[in-house]
């Protein structure tokens, strides 16, 4: 398993910082390569991203622990990837918020390996990517979901 943990800082509440994280949906607002993440129920989710050439790699996930304004867990439960982790949210100050994100995931073999390899070649910086532009979106929102 390959592990990623990274930890970035955002100028809103924690109350709102939770709000606009625990809308997987909107993930592909700021997760570069998310096309669709779809609730399907009971804290499942399914997963859409894209991969090299016009392919994309699909999963299914679970919400394992959700402590509103604390921590966000996860693990896939289907689908060409086996993944989790978790969102941990801490106020650090009046209207500040530190998000750290952990992360492992295994791609499978074969073709869709290589697909989902491509997506994730330099996890770390992805995370920090896709942090960075969730931070610009919230602050851009004032914290509104």
Known sequence: ???????????APVEAVYRVWSN???FPEFM??????RMTGGGSSHWKVKGP???NVEWDAMT???VPNQRISWQSTGGEVETYGS???????????RLNV???YKPPAGAAGEAVARIFSDPERQVEED???FKALVERRGGAA
């Open 1 to 11: 398993m390959a592990r990623v943990e990274k930890s970035i800082e955002v100028q």
């Open 24 to 26: 997987f949906e909107s």
């Open 64 to 66: 394992t622990e959700s």
């Open 87 to 97: 969102v941990t949210f801490s106020q650090v100050a009046p209207d500040v918020t």
């Open 102 to 104: 952990i992360m492992e």
């Open 53 to 55: 050439v016009g392919t």
């Open 131 to 133: 942090l960075q532009r």
């Open 32 to 37: 570069e390569n998310v096309q669709e993440v």
